[in-house]
């Protein structure tokens, strides 16, 4: 049974260049979060995704978007790239209806110069 | 302040020893309470799970909470150095929901 994955693990970008991170939630899970770490930080919720649509958003601006697809997939998409969005985000994924659980992949390591 | 503080260490112990991790949060509507570990550029692990207050063990993790002092605690018993990670307390106030995190305490456990 695969976990929650994650796409591309590491990747480099330029300031003010846009930036696509891709999901696949753990098997019979239908609900995604996407969630920013910060170096020697934990974990800052970014939104949740359940049923293609935007359930809750933390304290992030315009310029973090996501999508969810009907087979649960989720995109988090950061346009005008910033240094200070250099980070790992993660993704995790869980059971809207029974699961109390929160399940993490491995995150993708972003680096903006 | 913020809604979650876990002292961010680093604490190193030796092999054997119990050790004791601990968050303190002020958000009186949180119920549902997560330890995370977490290695070195990988993504967090789900450790512990609790609802409410009360204690919870499986196997050398004990995780309990006290909601009346808004103060939780992961012990790991007979500690290894394979336990050598950060742990991160993590809570919500509905189950499942938007996660709040803590810092992260980083865990040395020295052979």
């Known amino acids: 049974d695969a976990g929650v994955t994650q796409s591309p693990t590491h990747l480099i970008k330029t300031r003010g260049q846009q930036v696509t991170l891709r999901c696949s939630p753990k098997s019979g899970h239908d609900t995604v979060s996407w969630y920013q770490q910060a170096l020697g930080q934990g974990p800052q919720f970014i939104f949740q995704y359940y049923e293609e649509e935007e359930r809750q958003r933390g304290n992030f601006p315009d310029r973090f978007s996501g999508h969810q697809f009907p087979n649960y997939s989720s995109e988090l998409n950061v346009n005008a790239l910033l240094l200070g969005d250099s980070a790992l985000y993660l993704c995790?994924?869980?059971?809207?209806?029974?699961?109390?659980?929160?399940?993490f992949g491995e995150g993708s390591w972003l680096t903006v110069v | 302040q913020k809604e979650v503080e876990q002292d961010p260490g680093p604490l190193s112990v030796p092999e054997g020893a119990i050790v004791s991790l601990n968050c303190t949060y002020s958000?009186?509507?949180?119920?549902?309470f997560m330890w995370y570990r977490q290695y070195s550029r990988k993504g967090p692990e789900l450790l512990m799970y609790t609802y409410s207050s009360g204690n919870k063990e499986d196997g050398r993790f004990t995780a309990q909470v006290d909601k009346s002092s808004k103060y939780i605690s992961l012990f790991i018993r007979d500690s290894q150095p394979s336990d050598s990670a950060t742990y991160l307390c993590?809570?919500?106030?509905?189950?499942?929901?938007?996660?709040?995190f803590g810092q992260g305490t980083r865990l040395t456990i020295n052979p």
């Open positions: 958000n009186s509507a949180f119920q549902y």
């Open positions: 995790a994924s869980r059971e809207n209806r029974a699961g109390n659980t929160i399940y």
């Open positions: 993590a809570m919500s106030d509905r189950g499942a929901q938007k996660l709040v």
